[in-house]
């Protein structure tokens, strides 16, 4: 008798296009296929650059085009195990998700909200607290969040700190996003005394808390935190626990920074080398499932 494979898990994945600047769909699609699950895609506006160190960049939302592709996918019969919902271009577009998720997700879907909208402490160019009280709605129905320490200030109503962090602060923050209301919390962008900077996460219904913590590089490395919620959602939707999915999604953006680092003629603005972290990653996801037949 021949072999078969499991049938692979199918992820749509809702974010913006960037054409140059490595974020969103162009992170979400490479690295969740890498994972072993299919990606699906909507894009929610194309961009020909993102909006961090580019000028002058063109920008056309795709707010009309995302509830008739949900529509379309529903009558082809296409079932998804994983919903992941990264940069929305307006409260507007976050109000369509809602309508989205109402039409293509089922009681088996997992539902990853990364609520990109800010970051050292300000939110992105065009955002405002009008896309945070939408994101807070998001959050409630979502099962996994994945906000980084401005995101969960904001969504929080605590006040935002640069770092270092103390124990209290994270705590607090952690606590509020559980309150949201999801089944996972992800805390990205920690910076504890001591002890450099990485990731938290929290399952809301038992109280168990992980953490991850690396060497603190100076500067800024566009799209890491899209390569960690691609990483920890597909990880996720294809049935890792939340311990070893932080751990996996963590060691992705640690390695793709380390590469980054060695090409220092390269801009940052256009993106991380996570490229060539990703063979490695490959590896230690088979590890993770071999034998498990998942």
Same mark, same amino acid.
């Given at each position: 008798?021949?072999?078969?494979?499991?049938p692979?898990?199918?992820?749509?994945a809702?974010?913006?296009l960037?054409?140059?600047?490595k974020c969103?769909?162009?992170?979400?699609?490479?690295?969740?296929?890498?994972?072993g699950?299919?990606c699906?895609?909507m894009?929610?506006?194309v961009?020909?650059?993102?909006?961090g160190?580019?000028?002058? @960049?063109?920008?056309r *939302?795709?707010t009309d =085009?995302m /509830?008739p592709?949900a529509e379309h996918?529903r %009558? $082809?019969?296409?079932?998804f195990?994983?919903i992941?919902?990264?940069y929305?271009?307006?409260?507007?577009?976050?109000a369509l998700l809602?309508?989205v998720?109402?039409?293509?997700?089922?009681k088996?879907?997992?539902?990853i909200?990364d609520?990109?909208m800010?970051?050292?402490?300000?939110?992105?160019?065009?955002?405002?607290g009008?896309?945070?009280?939408a994101f807070?709605?998001?959050?409630?129905?979502?099962d996994i969040?994945?906000p980084n320490?401005?995101e969960?200030?904001?969504?929080t109503?605590?006040s @935002?700190r640069?770092g *270092?962090?103390?124990? =209290?602060? /994270?705590?607090?923050?952690?606590?509020g996003? %559980? $309150?949201l209301g999801?089944r996972?919390?992800a805390?990205?962008?920690a910076?504890?005394?001591?002890?450099?900077v990485g990731?938290l996460?929290?399952?809301c219904?038992?109280?168990?808390r992980y953490a991850?913590?690396?060497?603190e590089?100076?500067g800024v490395?566009?799209?890491?935190g899209?390569?960690?919620?691609?990483?920890?959602?597909?990880l996720?939707?294809?049935?890792?626990?939340?311990?070893p999915?932080?751990?996996l999604?963590?060691?992705?953006?640690?390695e793709?920074?380390?590469r980054s680092?060695l090409r220092?003629?390269?801009p940052r603005?256009?993106?991380?080398d996570?490229e060539?972290?990703?063979?490695?990653?490959?590896?230690?996801v088979?590890?993770?499932?071999?034998?498990?037949g998942?």
């Amino acid at each position: 008798m021949s072999q078969t494979l499991p049938p692979l898990k199918r992820i749509a994945a809702v974010h913006d296009l960037s054409g140059v600047g490595k974020c969103s769909l162009t992170v979400a699609l490479p690295v969740i296929s890498a994972t072993g699950v299919e990606c699906a895609c909507m894009p929610t506006a194309v961009l020909s650059t993102h909006t961090g160190e580019f000028t002058g @960049y063109t920008m056309r *939302p795709l707010t009309d =085009e995302m /509830l008739p592709m949900a529509e379309h996918w529903r %009558r $082809e019969g296409v079932r998804f195990q994983g919903i992941y919902s990264g940069y929305l271009a307006s409260p507007a577009q976050a109000a369509l998700l809602e309508e989205v998720l109402s039409i293509l997700a089922d009681k088996d879907t997992l539902v990853i909200i990364d609520p990109v909208m800010a970051d050292h402490g300000r939110y992105y160019r065009g955002l405002d607290g009008r896309i945070c009280h939408a994101f807070r709605r998001l959050c409630a129905r979502a099962d996994i969040i994945t906000p980084n320490i401005t995101e969960a200030a904001f969504l929080t109503g605590l006040s @935002y700190r640069s770092g *270092p962090h103390e124990a =209290e602060y /994270l705590d607090e923050l952690l606590s509020g996003l %559980r $309150e949201l209301g999801p089944r996972y919390a992800a805390l990205t962008g920690a910076r504890p005394e001591g002890a450099g900077v990485g990731n938290l996460a929290l399952d809301c219904r038992t109280g168990a808390r992980y953490a991850v913590f690396g060497p603190e590089r100076e500067g800024v490395y566009y799209g890491g935190g899209d390569v960690f919620a691609s990483a920890l959602a597909a990880l996720l939707v294809r049935g890792a626990a939340l311990r070893p999915a932080l751990e996996l999604a963590s060691s992705l953006v640690e390695e793709s920074v380390a590469r980054s680092l060695l090409r220092p003629e390269r801009p940052r603005r256009f993106g991380m080398d996570f490229e060539g972290a990703l063979p490695a990653y490959v590896r230690k996801v088979e590890a993770l499932f071999a034998g498990t037949g998942k």
